[in-house]
């Protein structure tokens, strides 16, 4: 049966006896995804300036990018069936083993040099659907770890953003004066780390779809579940557009300009700085509580168009810096504001299945823009491929704020 959009949904929280945030649980889940976060904000980077240096071409990357991100979105609808089949914590636990698993053998390829593409391909596809594996339940455990959602949003998003300053820089430093197999060599046991608190919560009863359904009957539920609060999928068709046209391109396109004239040290001082913002972004967000908070996000967006603006200009890279720094605010504030949005008004029986509809809707188009990075650059050149990033980036912002049910969604919590 669907919930009314206005009726506000039930979840096992923590006993109130228990810290709003800072409980025994959220504290192991807090260093789990730290230590994941970590691993995975050092691979693109890593990939990135390790390919350009080595003399791989933008479209390489762009493709490498794909293989990534394309496997993440074509299975993290059934990660979300499986977490909520046989527990987010298992499907977490064993996504971790796997990306440990993957980093060694990137590792072990780095190190010894890439003579085949397809192996690199493999591997990074490897990755992105233990990812799939382990993002359903990345959502669904916060509201048993937590009484206050959106505080405990807040600071794992300010780790994240900690993870983000810290994993591209060192990234960039070690791919510069190592190699990228020693990178892949700290990521695989930030891996283990996660897998180890991940193990070591305790959590009571968790939400369960009811016996004996079938896992195509699982999926249509949490389908029509989705398809049931037009503020979700109105913000994932909008988000979709922005994907492919705006953010997905922007990686690889701004990684093709950056690393050849600076060095991929600085490429990663950049993503640095975003890490910084997003910091600032996440201790905004555990503070600012917006009656209507998917409205407050997209106004936070707009912000979202400076680091390309500044590619386009060919501003100075300290001034590339602060654009990506006041991105990060934008970018982590609104993260917040959905996240908490979509964990409190979904019911905790289908919120593993809700949010890997949202998930793949989201970032299915990423690999697509990722890929067609190389071609648009080729076709049209890069500062027309960017403007037209910058012009879907500030539509977005207009398009969230003119449908009504985003805009106008409450809070819950």
């Not at 636990?93 to 390829?109: E, G, M, P, S």
């Not at 009811?210 to 896992?215: I, K, N, Q, Y």
């Not at 699982?218 to 994932?236: A, K, T």
């Amino acid at each position: 049966m669907t919930l009314p959009e206005t009726q506000v949904p039930t979840v096992a929280a923590p006993a109130d006896d228990q810290p709003a945030i800072w409980s025994r649980n959220f504290r192991y889940y807090f260093t789990a995804r730290s230590s994941g976060l970590l691993g995975d904000a050092m691979l693109p980077v890593a990939v990135s300036a390790g390919l350009i240096g080595a003399g791989h071409g933008l479209g390489t990357v762009g493709f490498a990018l794909a293989f990534l991100f394309a496997p993440f979105a074509g299975f993290v609808l059934f990660g979300g069936v499986l977490a909520d089949r046989f527990t987010a914590r298992r499907m977490m636990i064993a996504a971790d083993l796997t990306n440990l698993t993957t980093r060694a053998l990137l590792a072990v390829l780095f190190f010894r040099g890439i003579d085949q593409l397809w192996h690199l391909y493999v591997l990074l596809a490897m990755a992105g659907t233990a990812a799939a594996m382990f993002q359903p339940g990345a959502a669904s455990t916060v509201p048993l770890v937590a009484r206050d959602v959106q505080g405990a949003n807040g600071v794992l998003r300010t780790s994240e953003a900690l993870t983000t300053l810290i994993g591209p820089a060192l990234a960039g430093v070690l791919v510069g004066a190592a190699a990228t197999g020693w990178v892949m060599v700290i990521a695989a046991v930030t891996f283990g780390i996660s897998a180890i608190c991940l193990f070591l919560l305790r959590l009571g009863p968790v939400p369960a779809p009811p016996p004996g359904d079938s896992l195509w009957r699982n999926l249509v539920v949490g389908w029509h579940e989705f398809r049931s609060r037009s503020w979700l999928w109105g913000v994932i068709l909008i988000w979709m557009a922005f994907t492919v046209f705006s953010w997905g391109p922007l990686q690889p396109i701004s990684a093709g300009l950056v690393v050849p004239e600076h060095g991929s040290t600085v490429f990663g001082v950049l993503n640095c700085a975003l890490g910084a913002g997003t910091v600032a972004g996440g201790l905004l967000a555990i503070r600012y509580k917006p009656e209507r908070p998917l409205a407050a996000g997209a106004v936070a967006m707009a912000v979202f168009p400076l680091y390309p603006v500044g590619l386009v200009a060919g501003w100075p890279v300290w001034l590339l810096g602060v654009a990506q720094f006041v991105v990060g605010i934008g970018l982590t504030f609104w993260s917040v504001m959905w996240a908490t949005s979509v964990q409190t008004q979904v019911p905790g029986e289908v919120l593993n299945r809700i949010h890997a509809y949202e998930v793949a809707g989201s970032v299915c188009m990423f690999p697509v823009g990722s890929a067609l990075a190389g071609p648009a650059t080729t076709a049209f050149g890069t500062t027309r491929t960017l403007e037209l990033g910058i012009l879907v980036a500030l539509l977005t912002v207009a398009a969230l704020l003119l449908a009504r049910p985003v805009r106008k969604l409450r809070r819950v919590a």
